[in-house]
DNA sequence: AACGCAGCCAACCGCCAAAGA
DNA sequence: TTCTTTGGCGGTTGGCTGCGT
């Protein structure tokens, strides 16, 4: 941040943080611990608040913090992270990035994220297919296998799902489906996985996951207080999960679809966006 | 050598939830 | 039960540095 150390208009000082005042922190902190931020920051005679404090500790001054650039190994949990998940939470994931800090990780994707995007790439790594994404090898030899051929789901978790939602795509007609892979993720109220998938879609079809109701109604437990997470007893909660699916707007996405492509412009457009 | 640009990264900000009074 | 304080988190900012021209 600001190099100048400003102080602000308070009494806490902002702005870089000196060798002195590192010293006297991590001397502090290794003597009292700490219980209370605002205390360690009070007692230790500094003018820092509290909560800057704490973020000089964790992302730099505590033992065993790790600084360079991501090992390989450390790269493939950033990413097998967010397909386990779908998401990313900074603080979970340093957790599993031992001598990480969230703030590290954070920087570290937005980075990555920033200049691959900007080629047009993914920020994920090629080597995670064929499980995150289709290779263009496998996305020929499929095209032959499924033009006319009803839309392919690989599943790695609970394949019921998909399978259900599969089911209810079959009456499309003459679709040409895209063969490009996509990932969808299925997340319940409490935000567990409760599957990932690659999904041959027919390309002017919304994702089968875009027919889950957002956010889903909540399942409670018989006594209608816990929300029921299906990841605790998958089997037990699919139907009522399938119950859940509002398949309403298939038949009209199905017919919006099938004029799509009946026009080769609006096709070769929308086939363009998808890319 | 000077300048501009882009990427990196430390640090701040604001929000929210938990804990405590 | 309500209010206040504190800690934790994610998003964002902007200074520093290295590289190219």
């Known amino acids: 941040m600001s190099s100048s150390s400003s102080s602000s208009s308070t009494d806490t000082k902002k702005g870089t943080w000196s060798k002195e005042e590192d010293e006297i922190l991590k001397a502090y902190v290794e003597k009292h611990g700490t219980r209370n931020w605002n205390e360690v920051s009070k007692n230790a005679g500094l003018i820092r608040c509290g909560k800057s404090c704490r973020l000089r500790w964790y992302n730099h001054l505590q033992p065993d913090v790790k600084k360079g650039p991501f090992s390989e190994e450390e790269k493939s949990k950033v990413f097998e992270f967010y397909i386990k998940y779908g998401e990313f939470k900074w603080s979970k994931l340093a957790h599993e990035l031992p001598g990480r800090s969230d703030n590290d990780i954070k920087n570290f994707w937005n980075a990555r994220k920033r200049k691959l995007e900007k080629l047009g790439l993914s920020p994920f790594p090629d080597n995670m297919e064929p499980d ?144």
């Open 132 to 275: 995150h994404k289709l290779n263009s090898s496998q996305q020929v030899e499929d095209s032959q296998e499924d033009e006319f051929n009803i839309p392919q789901l690989k599943f790695r978790k609970y394949p019921s799902i998909f399978d259900e939602i599969n089911e209810k795509l079959l009456d499309v007609p003459n679709m040409f489906y895209n063969n490009v892979g996509s990932t969808s993720t299925l997340i319940d109220r409490g935000s567990s996985i409760i599957g990932t998938s690659h999904i041959h879609i027919p390309i002017a079809l919304p994702s089968p996951c875009s027919y889950l109701p957002l956010p889903s109604p909540m399942m409670l437990d018989e006594n209608g207080k816990k929300p029921i997470s299906l990841e605790d007893d998958f089997e037990a909660n699919l139907d009522d999960f399938m119950d859940l699916i509002d398949f309403s707007n298939l038949e009209d996405d199905v017919e919006a679809g099938s004029r799509l492509f009946d026009n080769d412009d609006i096709y070769n457009s929308n086939l363009h966006d998808k890319i």
